[in-house]
């Protein structure tokens, strides 16, 4: 099993630019997850999933967007890039929710300019 | 919101025991204790997770009282790898799917 997925590893955008950062998992988990963590600081939870087709915000959702559309992928869109979504993202994934264990991706490191 | 309030950092030698305690004063009586630990350039990876009493694995031991208010993550005879940031989780106060990740412990060992 690869677990948790994501890519790219690396992204630079300039101001205004749109991307979407890929996260796939092969565990079969229903409930996956994204954060966003600042240097220095803990995660803060974006947008989470408890399946195919159901989805809602978290902590810190302005200037994102998600879907998902079957159980293994969870793409978050971000539209209008700001220098203040400069960060590492992690997606993770669990089989429950609540106390479940989670599985997180290697992350993506974002820097707007 | 963070339910939870942790040392910002410590300090520790090599070889050392470390604990790590985690305040929780609002914990809901369904939720249980959950630790992460998370190196540089990655992403967190359980540690390990209890509702009362003690838990021990192969990597760490964790208390909690009987009052459930506090718990301690215990680390026994630290190594330089183990330096990483450590965080205490309980359950969101939705009782939902939510996790509230704080700042977490630093924990710097040296040798």
């Known amino acids: 099993n690869a677990g948790v997925t994501q890519t790219p590893k690396f992204r630079i955008l300039k101001i205004g630019q749109s991307m979407t950062l890929q996260c796939a998992q092969d565990?079969?988990?229903?409930?996956m997850y994204w954060y966003r963590q600042d240097p220095g600081m803990g995660l803060k939870l974006i947008y989470y999933s408890v399946g195919a087709g159901i989805t809602d915000k978290g902590e810190v959702p302005n200037g994102y967007n998600v879907s998902r559309s079957t159980t293994e992928d969870f793409p978050l869109r971000l539209e209008l890039a700001a220098p203040s979504q400069t960060s590492v993202y992690f997606c993770a994934s669990s089989s429950a929710g609540g106390q479940d264990t989670q599985y997180f991706g290697p992350g993506t490191r974002l820097t707007v300019l | 919101l963070a339910k939870t309030t942790q040392p910002i950092s410590m300090d520790s030698y090599e070889g050392q025991e470390v604990n790590i305690t985690c305040s929780h004063n609002n914990i809901a009586t369904n939720d249980y204790i959950t630790w992460y630990q998370q190196f540089p350039s990655q992403g967190p990876r359980f540690i390990i997770q209890g509702y009362k009493t003690k838990v021990t694995n192969e990597v760490a031991s964790l208390f909690i009282p009987a009052d459930r208010k506090s718990s301690t993550l215990s680390l026994p005879r630290v190594s330089l790898s183990d330096t990483a940031v450590y965080y205490c989780l309980v359950g969101d106060e939705s009782g939902g799917f939510k996790t509230i990740f704080g700042a977490g412990t630093r924990l710097f060992v040296k040798a």
């Open positions: 565990m079969n988990h229903n409930y």
